[in-house]
């Protein structure tokens, strides 16, 4: 089912890690928007894989965010603290069961691309940091989910509510380019051998699915009905700083049409020797 002899979807070089170590004590360093968006990979797991971890992360809310998980204006012992420790573990552990027996990407029962089915096709476009664009994706998909009857609505609006209450981004405007939203899902096919294989929540919160149809039409009619249930939400849906540009990160959807000065005489100087 991979493009790369069965190995891997993407030619490259990947050598899984004799040892990752995460040290919580470095967030304290992070501004809220860089760490914002990085709970959106955490909330992809809760949604799919850990519904403990789904439940620390409603508990925290956005303390999660204002003290770094833990360790900006509080003590080792303090309840947040404490909670902050159960969700990096309870997170890297859901992590480490959904790629162990899959590091290299032979089979696309892959909980953890949930969020990452249509995304990849409009993050850059629209200049969104990955988080928020993985954020669209689950609040999506939850949509979808709830549109198949895999969960209920007060599933589907418990999912939301979590991606909202960290000022994660449930909708953007890039969503009404069909073009685009429907070339990623073209592309996103091709990537997993010809299967659309999205994760979805299915069942309850903390299990996984699989949706591997949906016609253009559909894709159409979903995001359309999608939005006006965004409308609901605070901030119409919309995420807090979720551009790149947001946090100081150059607008990826521009960086592919600068080029380096260096580039550009080189360009000139050939111009003007072509033309001798």
């Known amino acids: 089912c ?12 990947y050598h899984a890690p004799v040892l990752a170590i995460t040290d919580r004590s470095f967030f304290k360093t992070l501004r ?36 770094r998980f833990g360790t900006l204006d509080c003590e080792t012992g303090d309840d947040i603290s404490t909670l902050s420790q159960k969700i990096l573990g309870a997170a890297m552990r859901s992590y480490v069961e959904a790629e162990y027996d899959n590091l290299y990407e032979t089979h696309q029962c892959r909980p953890h691309a949930y969020g990452h089915t249509w995304s990849p096709g409009f993050e850059i ?31 589907l609006h418990r999912i939301l509510r979590l991606i909202s209450s960290f000022g994660l981004s449930l909708w953007h405007d890039v969503l009404l380019n069909e073009k685009t939203v429907w070339a990623a899902q073209e592309k996103i096919i091709q990537k997993r051998g010809g299967n659309l294989a999205a994760p979805l929540p299915k069942g309850s919160i903390g299990r996984c699915g699989y949706l ?24 119409q849906g919309l ?19 600068h080029i380096p000065t260096e580039t550009a005489e080189v360009y000139q100087a ?4 072509s033309s001798v």
């Open 32 to 67: 809220e928007g860089w760490l914002r968006h990085g709970i959106a990979e955490i909330i992809k797991m809760a949604t799919v894989k850990n519904l403990a971890l789904f439940e620390y992360l409603e508990q925290a809310g956005p303390q999660l965010i204002e003290t």
């Open 239 to 257: 995420g807090i700083d979720p551009l790149c540009s947001d946090v100081g990160l150059e607008d990826p959807s521009t960086v592919a049409h």
């Open 125 to 155: 476009e629209a200049g969104l940091l990955h988080g928020h664009a993985v954020a669209v994706g689950m609040g999506f998909g939850a949509y979808l989910s709830y549109r198949h009857q895999w969960i209920s609505a007060a599933e």
């Open 270 to 273: 050939e111009e003007v020797l």
């Open 212 to 235: 591997n149809q949906l016609t253009r039409a559909e894709l159409s009619a979903a995001i359309a009905d999608y939005q006006r249930l965004c409308a609901d939400y605070p901030r």
């Open 2 to 13: 991979c493009d790369g002899f069965g190995y891997k979807n993407l030619f490259g070089a």
